[in-house]
């Protein structure tokens, strides 16, 4: 006689629509719950909850948060993904009329927005400071959802204008909890994601998260948190993005300067690899001798490993060719002439004579702020060597 097979405790869920949050849960109740899919403003980064976007001042967050704004109240884009549209409410506490109305003009002055997209978006310049705060957000979702539209977002810019005004020396861990904890239950109560504006330190730190502006009652109230990374190169900024419900994420963005717009490069990680990849083969391009890995990390001040691994891919792509044991061409250049290899182009079978230069800094590109992406000027050492190739 066969075992009777044990029936699985994930069978028949039930949706766990309210129970009584005192008495709790069995863990068969639990695990029989049936819980609706968490809702994301954008998807894979901006969920529901309350989140926090962190990031220096002046550096982009109120426009990042704009556009996010936009997106939403027009059922449009933003950082490539498309928004399912809904009201928003944004308390923009630092920004002028005036102020608003120059940035927004600039974002949409390539759409056109519907009447609908125009009456979803709310913008509040003057807010009493929490608890009262608090109330007049409830009042606004009441308002916005007694007209038959669904509050999709709420932004809050910046957490200093919004919390009480307090001694310095009051403020702590506990303090910075409670705060967001009257935020993050107005999140939970009406089910509004709430996108919290505050600011990083001037201090750095080896976690990124350790950067936020406060204590840690801050990150360990929030759902989730976001940190606008202005950096430099090719992508103007790093965004962060963790949470409870989120997989870690670092997103490249790129400022476009004409629309005020953050635009969505791709994988930081891919970015950088680009990035890197390019400065190696321009800097080998460059350069009439065959150069290691240590005469590339001097130049570039790149990670000597990265080096090395990408000259193997470049080398397998032939892109690059190996010269000499440790050493490295770029596959136009010729070098040696004894050199018996592929080297790219036809014809190029002498070594190219490099003209005596006068005065040559000693700069590195890495320290040479005009040389640094085009190699063309005598300020360093090898934008001086550059110049004298292409006379």
Known sequence: MQPKKKESTMLNQQPCNSHNALAGLSLGDL?????????????????????????????????????????????????GKH??????????LEDTPRRLQSRLTMMLQYDELTAQAMENLRFINKSPCMPDGIQLLKQQIVITEATGREVRLIIIDTLAKFRPHRDALKSGYGTDYDDLGQIKELSDLHHVPILLIHHLRKSGAD??????????GLTGAADSILILDRGSGTADASLHVTGRDIEEAEHALQLDKATLTWQHLGSAEEVRSTTGQQTIVDTLKASDEAMSPRDIETITGLDNQYIRKT????????????YSYGKYLFTGNS???????????TGNTSRLTVATVPTVATLSIKEC???????????????????????
Not at 335 to 345: A, I, P
């Open 31 to 79: 695990l029989s719950c049936e819980f609706p899919e968490p809702k994301w403003v954008v998807p894979g980064i901006l969920p529901e909850g309350l989140t926090l976007l962190c990031g220096k001042p002046k550096k982009g967050k109120s426009l990042l948060s704009c556009n996010i704004a936009l997106a939403v109240a027009s059922g449009g884009r933003v950082l």
């Open 83 to 92: 928004i399912e549209q809904g009201s928003v409410i944004a308390l923009c």
């Open 207 to 216: 976690d990124i998260m350790d950067t936020v502006s406060g204590s840690l």
């Open 311 to 322: 000259l193997l891919k470049l080398q397998k792509d032939k892109i690059v060719k190996k």
């Open 335 to 345: 070098g040696n002439t004894e050199y018996t290899g592929n080297t790219g182009n």
């Open 369 to 391: 702020t005009t040389c640094k992406k085009n190699y063309q000027c005598l300020d360093c050492e090898h934008g001086a060597k550059q110049q004298a190739i292409n006379q």
